[in-house]
DNA sequence: GCATTACGGGACATTGTGTATCGTTACATC
DNA sequence: GATGTAACGATACACAATGTCCCGTAATGC
């Protein structure tokens, strides 16, 4: 459920019976979820202004999202289904530096407080929708960052047996800590501060 | 604003004419706070819940504390006002882990998302309040923390330019992610294993 | 043409916030 | 003991937002 491109239901024939949804609808519903989202933060955003600002009813905003959480992740998976870039510059140092200093970027956006603090809220008290957050938003972000570490295992750069899932949580959590719970800004230095941590932490063993 | 004891305003005599107010509703409103805070999170809080368990009347809270948020912020301080523990075994190392065991078992805690995401929300929300709640809440904490690392550089086990803001984001961020973010719960290990990063990181330069 | 479904508009019930207004009560001062 | 002031409980209120429902209309397949 919640998905982002919604329905196609269980049948292998997309087409139902009456007329269609308006595909050019979902579009804007989501692009307006966004500016919105930018512009006036997690509560500031409400189902009426969405549908006021695609020029849509809000019915037909319930007819697609069951509630504004989903349709929060939903635009969130949105516009991320492209963006998971890959780094491969051939040194684990630099690698790391580069994807920390994309998500220094991201963190450090204005907006990025309120919507993530105001989102991670709604989740905590919706297991299902936590569950699509992670794996189709999070999830994808953090192997990209797995695959950096990984091709560091295999240059020797790290140790063999490191563990994937704290290393991304080292990587991102002192950054979120200071961002979103301190409400401070993020300096320039975090992305090497932080990608050394990685490096003394996990060094390969002599 | 937002004091945890609340008024006593500007004058010298904290006498005011008029009716006093009755000290046991500060008392009972924010034990009922809290009560309802570990039973149905922050979003299951509401004003009227309070009320009701406190045997207050509505404006008899507002009186106290302006809004929802900020009477969570006084009761989370006021549960906290004494339990900062001093540790100190003579060892960096055992200093943090035991350190990192009580976080643990705090995050761990399965109230502990919902409060501390809704709350985190509504701070990003309201500057001044994050200002209180970060000044009476949790620099406290951090600072019992700074201690311990303190005497691990007097020690000679770190670095004598540890940055200390950083080193504790370190801590907790890792904790902080995978308990709130990704919902995970916290396995007995994450103590030593972010105890350890701090020692590989900041290790004294031979 | 007919069944079916989407659409915009709008009404609706529900819940929660925060304010205001009662009559009443507790305390200090004169 | 009378008076002023402010807290108290109860309650009504305005406001905002969520999510549902119903209407008349439009689009599609059969």
Redesign the interface.
């Known amino acids: 459920m919640t998905t982002d491109e919604p329905v196609a239901e269980s049948t292998s024939v997309p087409r139902r019976p009456g007329r269609p949804r308006d595909a050019r609808h979902d579009e804007a519903i989501l692009a307006a979820t966004l500016a919105i989202l930018r512009r006036d933060?997690?509560?500031g955003l409400t189902i009426d202004g969405v549908a006021a600002e695609a020029g849509v009813g809000r019915p037909t905003i319930y007819r697609r999202w069951p509630s504004k959480p989903a349709l929060v992740v939903a635009a969130l998976v949105h516009a991320a289904r492209l963006a998971v870039p890959d780094i491969d510059t051939g040194s684990l140092r630099r690698d790391l530096i580069a994807v920390q200093r994309h998500q220094v970027e991201l963190m450090n956006s204005p907006d990025n407080?309120?919507v993530t603090?105001?989102l991670?809220?709604d989740?905590?008290?919706d297991?299902d929708l936590?569950e699509t957050y992670?794996s189709r938003y999070?999830a994808p972000r953090r192997a990209a960052v797995w695959q950096v570490l990984r091709r560091g295992v295999d240059r020797g750069e790290l140790a063999a047996d490191v563990?994937f899932?704290?290393a991304y949580?080292?990587l991102?959590?002192?950054?979120?800590?200071?961002a979103?719970?301190?409400?401070e800004p993020l300096t320039a230095d975090a992305a090497e501060?932080t990608a050394?941590?990685i490096l003394?932490?996990f060094?390969p063993r002599s």
């Open positions: 933060g997690y509560r407080r309120r603090a105001g991670v809220a989740l905590a008290a297991p936590a992670v999070l563990d899932a704290f949580d080292l991102v959590g002192p950054l979120f800590m200071r979103v719970v301190w409400g501060k050394d941590v003394a932490a060094a």
